[in-house]
């Protein structure tokens, strides 16, 4: 009897002790930011044979521990055509920040069509291209999926149109881009409500002062 006891006792020991142990999860089923070394390890291996995903998952592991590498990775990655560090380096950009004009400019062949042409508008660290405006097509902007994009590239057309030199632009295609981006439910209910109040001072032909960037 005492000998069955202690081997209880031994037993429910030794399940306690394997309930304490950390079990490895997949790396595939880790989140980045919390990686174990090992898939740490094996993502730093991916990442240096150029794969973008684990480039990515680099920059969400290092940005709250080491920012200095989540940029080198980031540009890095966006160099390969990430789409999220091309994102990163876009609102990232400008002068006293951490990625330079020239650099977001030289991303904008692999950037989406969106933000490549909101770029030229004068979003992120763009200055203003009144040619890119002059030639934008409302139609083919509202037919784009990238609902987020489509708002930004919506309201700065319609900041260009209220400027002092926007005359030139299409008041009704302004007007039809903003009132698509409030439709776009994918898009921040703060984007679509930018483009709600733009699209009213549109309406009343209110023009405030020149706007030339963010």
């Not at 999860?25 to 898939?39: G, L, N």
């Not at 904008?108 to 203003?128: E, H, I, K, N």
Request: glycine share 8%; proline share 7%.
């Amino acid at each position: 009897m005492l000998l069955l006891a202690a081997l209880a006792a031994g037993g429910v020991g030794y399940y306690f002790y394997l309930r304490a142990q950390p079990v490895e999860v997949p790396c595939t089923m880790q989140q980045p930011a919390r990686f174990t070394p090992q898939c740490l390890a094996l993502a730093q291996q991916a990442a240096a044979r150029g794969d973008m995903v684990a480039m990515h998952s680099l920059v969400q592991y290092f940005e709250p521990r080491q920012p200095a590498l989540a940029v080198q990775w980031t540009r890095a990655a966006a160099r390969r055509g990430e789409p999220h560090a091309i994102s990163r380096v876009l609102d990232g950009c400008g002068a006293g920040r951490t990625y330079t004009v020239q650099e977001a400019e030289a991303l904008l062949p692999r950037a989406a069509p969106m933000a490549a042409l909101a770029f030229r508008l004068g979003a992120y660290c763009g200055s203003v291209d009144m040619a890119a405006a002059k030639a934008l097509q409302p139609p083919a902007v509202m037919a784009s999926s990238d609902a987020a994009g489509l708002c930004k590239v919506a309201l700065r057309y319609g900041l260009l149109r209220m400027s002092p030199g926007g005359a030139a632009l299409d008041a009704a295609g302004a007007q039809a881009m903003l009132a698509e981006c409030e439709r776009r439910q994918p898009a921040a209910a703060a984007l679509r409500r930018e483009a709600q109040d733009m699209r009213q001072l549109l309406a009343r032909e209110i023009r405030p002062v020149h706007v030339n960037a963010e």
